[in-house]
């Protein structure tokens, strides 16, 4: 049973809303609500952007966020949480930190003002999840208020068929109403489509284990800045399964910048240009 091993003085608070950065004010007027104790999965082919995304918000919420990054090496996660933070490109970022070079302790110093810690292991088991949140809890006295689970089939046994998957799906929920944190798990979607800038569809999920969290997000990216996102399942609000109707925001991953728009003009690189 995945579940914390030490009983807190008080109890978490559920189901209270994020409230979401101003990039992802069309999301919430299309009445999606990511809310405390339930578990959102992020869902997208490779390289639709599902990390870039999630760790964006995450960083950017700043608020205590345990992130199992099981799927991404400690220097690409480093890298992108230093542009989240000054929205730097992450190839200049790459250069100081890769080489320890003259901006690294800029960019140090700018990491450390995060609440989110990150754990890396490429092939967890559920019982190291529970000792993560031990872990957080023996340091804090407290859960994380975000939990990021990244992602399902780096948990040992997700790809064996789609039956594991929802094993360790509903054990991720029950630690979503044990701990009073919002989950998010990231999960792959199927491969094939011609049009790789639609969100997949509900039913194009991998597995087809869409029954069990209560949001599931499709996202996308046209190569272009262009970057989309359907509830293709919402167990509390409005739910769009084909992806048809899919928001639309900009990205820009070389800065790890998400808004609403796409900028006039890309703020320029300042912090050791001429290093």
Not at 153 to 161: P, R, S, T, V, Y
Not at 180 to 206: I, N, Q, W, Y
Request: hydrophobic share 40%; proline share 7%.
């Amino acid at each position: 049973m995945l579940s914390p091993t030490r009983s807190l003085r008080k109890a978490a608070a559920t189901g209270s809303e994020v409230v979401l950065p101003p990039a992802l004010a069309p999301l919430t007027a299309a009445g999606v609500a990511f809310r405390r104790s339930q578990l959102v999965m992020v869902t997208g082919r490779p390289k639709a952007g599902k990390s870039n995304f999630v760790q964006w918000l995450v960083v950017t919420l700043n608020v205590p966020t345990l992130y199992n990054c099981w799927d991404m090496p400690a220097f690409t996660a480093a890298v992108r949480h230093a542009a989240i933070a000054t929205g730097d490109e992450t190839s200049a970022i790459a250069h100081h930190l890769g080489e320890d070079g003259p901006g690294a302790g800029y960019y140090e110093e700018a990491m450390d003002a995060s609440a989110t810690e990150y754990s890396f292991d490429t092939k967890p088991e559920l019982p190291d999840v529970q000792q993560e949140i031990d872990a957080w809890v023996e340091k804090y006295d407290a859960y994380p208020e975000i939990i990021v689970c990244d992602n399902l089939l780096n948990i040992d046994g997700a790809e064996e068929d789609h039956r594991v998957q929802k094993f360790i799906l509903r054990e991720l929920q029950d630690l979503a109403r044990r701990t009073g944190a919002l989950v998010f798990v990231l999960h792959h979607a199927t491969e094939g489509a011609k049009d790789t800038s639609r969100p997949p569809a509900a039913r194009e999920t991998d597995g087809k284990v869409n029954q069990i969290p209560d949001l599931v997000l499709s996202v996308a990216n046209d190569g272009e800045g262009g970057f989309a996102l359907a509830p293709v399942a919402n167990r509390n609000g409005t739910s769009d399964p084909n992806a048809d109707h899919p928001i639309r925001i900009h990205a820009d991953f070389g800065r790890m910048i998400f808004s609403q728009y796409k900028p006039a003009v890309a703020p320029g690189w300042e912090h050791y240009a001429n290093d």
